[in-house]
């Protein structure tokens, strides 16, 4: 066989005709905007390696997430179903999940690739954003850890990257009940004083035991607001090898550099067997956070140094790939999870993504903004260089398409969503197999695409929109984020009706009077809606308070010792040198 020069080591030989399986490289961006990206028309910021990928393999142009929203959306990619099958659809406020000490997250019964991948003998690893979750019932059993969901490696973040873990950056996680508990602590603290001080002037007589419960609540009070809120970035900003957390809180200053480097090792160790690496980026979620050398290089402030540091960071992982001669059996997949976030801005201007010509964003539902995303096949040998697909395809396909691949068979005891995606690519079919998609906001049925056998028109239905704010916006900008329910949206008696194919933008509803198929098209989509109820089952609710909320006992620290755990413990500061040297 040919002989392989890692990057780091020896020179190593092995026989090619042994390795039958393709490895599987899966790069995902965090609220990377679909227009934010060259190839698919963006002229102003730069990304020549993500651009490369596109004309070298195969171009999805209606690629859409299952939803519009991180935890929900990575649930359907991880699993290839829509994500209130496992119970991660919001219900109300709590749209994803917010604390790392929550109990929610991907239930253990759940079926990912990963581990469908684990029994066809690969070696599995994600690096970088998990955000589905870390335990159930105590600090250690990793019930919803990637270790548990068919990872055999995980080094990143298992939650996000809030504002919360930047300082300076302001407050990103349920700020409206952080104020009240503030207020009603600084309240109570107020009378406590006032008492105490109309007790030590004689004015009146005011019992020790009235003064002792005031004193109490005060405390309760406080300290149900700072153990949570105000120790945030101590819990929730942590980086994790496998199941030890490894820097508490998070050095955004060193990140980029240390999920890629883990990157290049996970493939390096297992060019010689069949692999499948997640490379899950922290970019380009808010906080903006930027490496020295990108800094002040695009045209479009920090948010376009930080594209332009991803297509940077891609760029790194294709050259391990061929570097070490594996591009001829590697399929690559670039993506982001959703749209960009429009309505996150300061006075220095836009720190959200783009979407291009598409209405919306992210958390706003089944607008093509905020699920239309990027989609990029790479296999060379395997899949024809520059096609362009305009068929509708999903996040939720890449489960059944890297299960078939592997020789790995389909679950047969639950509905699967997702349809596997090679006959398209490599254009030995010319159909999408998703006739109908189901967009969801929460568990709440929000829109309907409906692809005809008969035609290439691309119909979508609205039951309901969001209400923008303030009046006249594209974008919930008084609340930051769209809701889903009650009072934040409007219902519709007669469904907005748009043809994608003709309107792209949802800028014009059709009409009976001048759509020939108008009443086809919603009887369709309510035919269709009525089947796929049927396939819906009962599940428990992941993102409820009961769920949601920080429970200290659930907390992932440097020790197992609670008092120990969450900042005094040197080992988890995040010292780059030190914690190099503690890591190795």
């Not at 395997?382 to 078939?404: A, C, Q, Y």
Request: aromatic share 10%; net charge neutral.
């Amino acid at each position: 066989g040919p002989r392989l020069c890692p990057l780091n080591g020896p020179i190593v030989e092995f026989n090619t005709s042994r390795i039958t399986k393709p490895n599987f490289v899966l790069m995902m961006v965090d609220d990377l905007g679909i227009g934010d990206i060259g190839c698919y028309g963006n002229d102003t910021i730069r990304t020549p390696n993500i651009d490369r990928l596109a004309l070298e393999g195969v171009k999805l142009t209606q690629h859409i997430s299952a939803a519009p929203l991180c935890t929900p959306s990575r649930t359907a990619f991880m699993t290839g179903r829509y994500a209130l099958r496992s119970g991660l659809g919001s219900t109300g406020k709590v749209q994803v999940i917010l604390f790392l000490g929550g109990s929610g997250g991907l239930p253990p019964n759940e079926t990912t690739f990963a581990r469908l991948l684990q029994k066809q003998g690969y070696s599995t690893g994600i690096v970088g954003k998990w955000h589905l979750g870390v335990n159930c019932k105590s600090r250690n059993d990793h019930c919803h850890h990637p270790n548990n969901h068919g990872f055999d490696y995980f080094y990143g973040l298992p939650f996000s990257n809030f504002n919360d873990c930047k300082p300076g950056e302001g407050k990103d996680i349920l700020v409206d009940l952080q104020v009240a508990l503030w207020q009603l602590s600084m309240l109570a603290g107020l009378g406590f004083l006032t008492l105490v001080l109309v007790r030590l002037t004689g004015l009146l007589e005011v019992s020790v035991k009235l003064l002792t419960t005031l004193a109490a609540l005060c405390l309760l009070g406080f300290m149900v607001w700072y153990a949570p809120f105000g120790l945030m970035r101590t819990w929730n900003c942590i980086v994790m090898r496998n199941h030890r957390v490894v820097e508490q809180p998070t050095n955004l200053d060193t990140l980029n550099e240390r999920l890629m480097t883990e990157a290049e090792r996970f493939v390096e160790r297992n060019q010689n067997r069949p692999f499948l690496l997640f490379l899950s980026l922290a970019h380009v979620h808010t906080p903006l956070f930027i490496s020295r050398d990108f800094s002040g290089k695009s045209k479009h402030g920090l948010y376009g140094d930080n594209v332009e540091e991803v297509d940077w960071m891609i760029g790194r992982m294709v050259k391990t790939v061929e570097e070490l001669n594996l591009s001829e059996r590697t399929l690559m997949y670039f993506t982001s999870d959703h749209g960009g976030h429009v309505e996150d801005s300061d006075t220095h201007g836009q720190k959200g993504g783009w979407n291009g010509i598409y209405r919306g964003g992210k958390a706003m539902g089944g607008w093509e903004g905020g699920i239309r995303v990027p989609g990029i096949f790479r296999w060379v040998g395997r899949l024809p260089s520059g096609r362009v697909l305009e068929e509708p395809t999903s996040l939720m396909d890449l489960f059944p398409t890297l299960v078939k691949l592997a020789g790995g068979e389909m679950p047969q005891d639950r509905v699967l969503d997702g349809h596997d995606l090679m006959p398209l690519l490599e254009g030995k079919t010319q159909r999408s197999e998703h006739e109908f998609m189901f967009h969801y906001c929460g568990v709440y049925l929000n829109a309907v695409r409906w692809h005809p056998p008969d035609s290439d028109s691309v119909f979508k239905v609205h039951f309901f929109t969001p209400n923008f704010s303030p009046p006249g916006a594209v974008g919930c900008y008084h609340t930051k984020l769209c809701m889903c329910h009650g009072e934040f949206v409007t219902w519709h008696d007669t469904p907005l009706v748009f043809d994608l194919s003709r309107d792209p933008s949802e800028r014009a509803p059709l009409r009976g009077e001048t759509e020939p198929r108008y009443a086809e098209v919603l009887w369709r989509v309510r035919e269709a809606v009525e089947i796929h109820h049927r396939t819906l089952s009962p599940v428990e609710n992941q993102l409820s308070w009961g769920n949601i909320l920080w429970k200290p006992w659930l907390q992932p620290c440097c020790e197992r010792s609670p008092v120990a755990c969450p900042y005094f413990h040197r080992r988890c500061f995040h010292s780059t040198t030190k914690m190099h040297i503690l890591e190795a």
